[in-house]
């Protein structure tokens, strides 16, 4: 079993930056990889970034360029880095893992960009 705890979301103003941390409760080296998801309000949640225990990396296409997800396998830790914040970045940032064929969620932070 996996537990996720995100944190870092805030209010925070168009072009600012943000960066939302994602603690693990077991090491992160024999997990297969780390995703953070989004959810606007009325939408689906929607994949945004994901960095594997190879350190591969992999964004959406909405996010390229601009936001950069990493890595601290000594805190068991995954970042997203978030800058050029867009009010269409708003939304609740989920934290996923996929360990051993089996998804586990995070709580959610959320992250607000005024215009």
């Known amino acids: 079993q996996v537990q996720l705890v995100e944190s870092g979301g805030a209010l925070v103003q168009a072009g600012g930056s943000l960066r939302l941390s994602c603690a693990a409760s077991?090491?992160?080296?024999?997990?297969?990889?780390m995703d953070w998801y989004r959810q606007a309000p009325g939408k689906q949640r929607e994949f945004v970034a994901a960095?594997?225990?190879?350190?591969?990396?992999n964004y959406a296409d909405s996010v390229e360029g601009r936001f950069a997800i990493s890595r601290d396998d000594a805190r068991n830790t995954v970042y997203l880095q978030m800058n050029s914040l867009k009010p269409e970045d708003t939304a609740v940032y989920y934290c996923?893992?996929?360990?051993?064929?089996?998804?586990?969620w995070g709580q959610g932070t959320q992250v607000t960009v005024s215009s």
């Open positions: 996923r893992a996929i360990f051993q064929a089996t998804f586990y």
């Open positions: 077991r090491s992160i080296r024999s997990i297969y990889s």
């Open positions: 960095i594997t225990s190879a350190g591969s990396t």
